[in-house]
């Protein structure tokens, strides 16, 4: 899996590629919780990411805990139906901002 | 095989065995009884020096009279060597003594004594002076010849024939309790001629004056008095008597080590010494004039409480703390005990059950075990030899308990030793050795041990041929298997001629063969199962099972034992039973169903690296054709989230193990088993996730369930944790007309 990070204005945007899952979460979290210790606008791109697993949906569950706490904002966007499906499962779509494309979830930011 | 001699029973345990007698006590006795010996054969002697040599002090050393005859002291000093001549009498078998010179000695002194009381005697009665008083020293020391006062008292004499009686008994048969009965009334007499004495009770220690007042009528017949000095030699002779025997008849107790030595030791003399002391406070009070009377009596008596009230207390105290230790102890020894059986059924439990197998295509096992106490002398044992071929053994040994279970144990290895016994030695090494056989070799073995020790064990051995739809089954004296036949809708019961093993080592087993078709049940139970009661009595019987089984019979194995279990203990009134309870069903399912299109293995090592290589196997097996693709992403997530899981939480993370997974695809399902060596886990255990977003983790077993239609925890037949995960092509509603899973 490949994370990317970048500035686009004012809002960060983190890309995923691959697979998020057990082996790789914790890599996930040393390079994205970091960005969070400040109040930032956050974008993660999962457009990429062919599966997640739970403890890779709980990695995004801690983004956004991270974020609330120290008042910044985390939106996830370019989910494909089965991550989608993930998600549900979870029901995380309640608890996390979730946007249907990177444009979407930039334009809302700005 | 050697055979060890047959099991000892029990001695019954006598009370000699577990209280001794107090070595120290022992010793001290001897030392008083053999000081009392000598006291009197000293005093004995020195009277009749002092009558020969005519000392007047030592004349008189018994009576403190001028007047007094030496027959007494005589008498005493026999006595007193008879005690010491019968000191340490060791008595043969039969509680005769055998004549030894000392012996023939101590009776010769013993009757002489006896016989100086009963001549003294024949003189009272017979008012008759035979001579006897002055028969040592020939001149009367008194002027007026010989009178009453020379005699010795009526009650010493009494007493010298009763102590030369229990003498002379002692010589014969050294531990009969009647010689000390004899002593102790001695001792009575004696210590009433010494209260007598101590409180100026003239009557009681024997100067009587027959015919009213004394001083007027001097010439009517005056007893002797049993003065002080004779009456404590003659009480420390019976003493001395029932000292000589510390470990018989009534001494036996005040020697012994028990807390009833211990009491009768404190009490005993506290018993004589207070009455004696304060009925003398009591007297003497009367005698002054400092305190009335009854206000005398009272303080005595209240003195008297304290005093006894007070060695009642030390003695309450000392049995207190006896008892406080011993319950102690017990409680040490019931913990300890209740430790190894702890132990016991954890390595029964752990090392010693087998499973059921869960992964046959052909067949749902279920088991079933509730020992009667923790250790269960019930055993299963399932023999997987072929997917077509699989042998059920179920026993029962007789008792239960420890040495059941170890018998049980034993039992399932000399079956197993004789099929691969019977394999190695046999021609042909693709078929398997008949049951018959299996149980004949092993019973060989067992039986002359199992005769030893008195028990045996009843057996049914099943072997289920697939191949052949048949049953082949051999009964060793157990209960009948009940084979539900779903064809004609009734249970048939299956009874073979054979015994139990472990009663003839020479017996040779027969087996029967039934077929077997499809939606059959066969139901394996022990005794514990037909024979728990009600609290009235009543057995809850074979036809109450068949029943239940014929009721239930379309049930799932697993489902049909939780009710069987639910019945007997609705029956029983009680969630534990009197017996080991053990039933093990079967239930035949169609095996000739299609089996899978594909099937394919893989090994893993447990790094979650590999999570990726799991998830692209699963994809590529499922893909094709049997699922939806929605469907595959599902199963792989579930797959992702169980190998995760056995990586995270059987293996705690260690990636140097291995995981095992097969895959089979089914025209109609994709099955997906994960075989691991960590530890288990209860996904009962696992509390529901919370989707608010205050946990992070821990949905893994929730995904699982979401994401399959079916999952299954278990320990396969090889001892592996399995999870397997069945994933259908069609909705779950639209697949009723399923049996059960194919798991």
Excluded at chain 2, 166 to 181: D, G, I, K, Y
Excluded at chain 2, 581 to 598: F, N, W
Excluded at chain 2, 711 to 737: F, H, M, T
């Amino acid at each position: 899996m490949q994370v990317t990070s970048e500035l686009v204005g004012n809002v960060h945007l983190v890309t995923l590629d691959g697979e998020l899952d057990a082996s790789n979460v914790t890599y996930f979290k040393e390079m994205v919780l970091p960005l969070l210790a400040s109040p930032i606008k956050l974008v993660i791109d999962l457009s990429g990411i062919r599966f997640i697993d739970s403890s890779g949906m709980g990695a995004m569950i801690s983004c956004q805990r991270h974020a609330a706490a120290v008042g910044g904002r985390l939106k996830l966007c370019g989910m494909s139906p089965e991550v989608r499906a993930s998600f549900e499962l979870l029901r995380l779509q309640s608890i996390l901002d979730i946007s249907n494309t990177r444009e979407e979830a930039l334009q809302s930011f700005a | 095989m050697n055979s060890l001699p047959a099991v000892e029973k029990f001695e019954p345990v006598a009370a000699s065995d577990v209280v001794s007698a107090n070595p120290r006590i022992i010793w001290w006795l001897k030392a008083i009884s053999r000081a009392i010996s000598v006291l009197a054969m000293t005093v004995g002697a020195l009277v009749v020096i002092g009558g020969v040599l005519d000392i007047a002090l030592l004349k008189n050393l018994l009576t403190g009279q001028e007047t007094a005859s030496p027959n007494a002291a005589i008498a005493i000093g026999l006595i007193g060597v008879a005690l010491w001549q019968l000191q340490d009498g060791e008595a043969d078998n039969a509680g005769e003594v055998q004549l030894k010179p000392r012996h023939r000695l101590a009776r010769l002194c013993a009757m002489g004594a006896a016989l100086i009381g009963l001549v003294t005697i024949a003189e009272y009665i017979f008012d008759r002076d035979l001579g006897v008083d002055h028969l040592l020293f020939a001149e009367p020391q008194s002027s007026v010849g010989t009178s009453m006062m020379d005699r010795m008292a009526p009650g010493t004499a009494v007493s010298l024939v009763i102590l030369g009686g229990a003498l002379l008994q002692m010589s014969r048969r050294m531990e009969h309790w009647s010689t000390q009965v004899l002593a102790l009334a001695v001792g009575w007499i004696a210590f009433l001629a010494c209260l007598g004495h101590l409180y100026g009770a003239e009557l009681l220690y024997g100067v009587v004056c027959i015919g009213g007042d004394c001083e007027a009528t001097s010439n009517l017949p005056r007893y002797a008095a049993v003065a002080l000095p004779t009456a404590l030699m003659l009480g420390l002779l019976a003493y001395g008597l029932l000292a000589s025997r510390p470990h018989d008849g009534l001494m036996k107790i005040i020697s012994s080590d028990s807390t009833g030595g211990l009491v009768a030791r404190r009490i005993l003399p506290a018993a004589i010494v207070f009455p004696t002391a304060f009925g003398w406070l009591n007297v003497s009070l009367l005698d002054t004039d400092f305190i009335q009377p009854d206000l005398g009596a009272a303080l005595v008596a209240g003195i008297d409480v304290i005093a006894v009230g007070g060695v009642l207390w030390w003695s309450s105290w000392s049995l207190y703390r006896i008892d406080v230790q011993r319950r102690l102890t017990e409680r040490e020894l019931a913990q300890v005990r209740e430790r190894e059986i702890e132990i016991g059924y954890r390595i029964q439990r752990t090392l010693l059950f087998d499973y059921p197998p869960h992964d046959l295509p052909w067949a749902r096992f279920a088991a079933l075990t509730i020992p009667s106490d923790r250790i269960d002398g019930d055993f299963f044992d399932f023999l997987v030899h072929t997917d077509r071929q699989i042998d059920v053994i179920l026993g029962d040994v007789m008792g239960k308990g420890v040495p059941a279970a170890l018998l049980g144990a034993a039992t399932k290895t000399h079956l197993l030793r004789a099929f691969s016994h019977l394999i190695a030695i046999g021609n042909d090494r693709a078929s398997l050795p008949e049951p018959k056989d299996i149980i004949t070799l092993a019973n060989s073995h067992i039986a002359n041990e199992l005769i030893a020790l008195d028990s045996f064990v009843t057996v049914c051995y099943a072997r289920f041929d697939l191949d052949r739809d048949r049953l082949i089954f051999v009964d060793c004296g157990h209960t009948h298997t009940i084979h539900y036949q779903q064809q004609t809708g009734n249970c048939v019961l299956l009874a073979g001629e054979n015994m139990p093993l472990g009663l003839d080592a020479h017996e040779i087993y027969t087996q029967y063969e039934i077929e077997i078709m499809p939606g059959d049940l066969l139901v394996f139970y022990s005794d514990g199962v037909t024979e728990a009661r009600t609290r009235t009595g009543e057995l809850f019987g074979v036809e109450r099972l068949v029943d239940l089984v014929q009721t239930h019979a379309d049930l799932d194995p697993e489902e049909l034992t939780k009710r069987l279990r639910a019945a007997v203990e609705a029956f029983s009134g009680s969630g534990s039973f009197a017996d080991d309870l053990t039933c093990v069903s079967v239930k035949l399912k169609e095996h000739r169903l299609p089996g899978p299109l594909r099937r394919a293995e893989m090994a893993i090592s447990s790094d979650l690296k590999e999570l990726a290589i799991v998830r692209d196997f699963v994809e590529q097996m499922a893909s094709k054709g049997v699922l939806s693709v929605d469907k595959v992403n599902s199963l792989k997530r579930a797959v992702s989230e169980a190998a995760s899981n056995i990586i995270i939480h059987a293996y705690d993370r260690r990636p140097d193990r291995r995981i095992e997974l097969d895959v089979e695809v089914f025209a109609d399902r994709v099955v997906v088993r994960l075989h691991h060596l960590g530890m288990s886990f209860d996904p009962q255990q696992v509390s529901a996730p919370k989707f608010d977003g205050s946990q992070e983790g821990g949905f893994g077993i929730y995904i699982i369930a979401q994401s399959v239609d079916e999952v299954r925890y278990y320990v396969d037949d090889r001892g592996r944790n399995c999870i397997a995960l069945v994933k259908w092509a069609d909705q779950p509603d639209e697949r009723r007309s399923h049996d059960a899973s194919d798991i």
